[in-house]
């Protein structure tokens, strides 16, 4: 049993990092594009 709560917790923790490289990352990037990119237009 305790090799089966391991393994699910493995698991869990891969899911989330699958997770954040595929959604959370791409977004923050993006956000940080749009607010660089509104940053530029008001220095004009």
């Given at each position: 049993?305790?090799?089966?709560?391991?393994?699910?917790i493995?698991?869990?923790?891969?899911m989330?990092?699958?997770?954040?490289?595929?959604?959370i990352r791409?977004q923050?990037k993006?956000?940080?594009?749009v607010?660089?990119m509104?940053a530029?237009?008001k220095?004009?």
């Open positions: 049993m305790a090799q089966g709560g391991a393994t699910s493995i698991f869990m923790v891969a989330f990092a699958i997770f954040y490289f595929m959604l791409p923050r993006r956000d940080k594009q607010k660089d509104r530029s237009l220095k004009r």
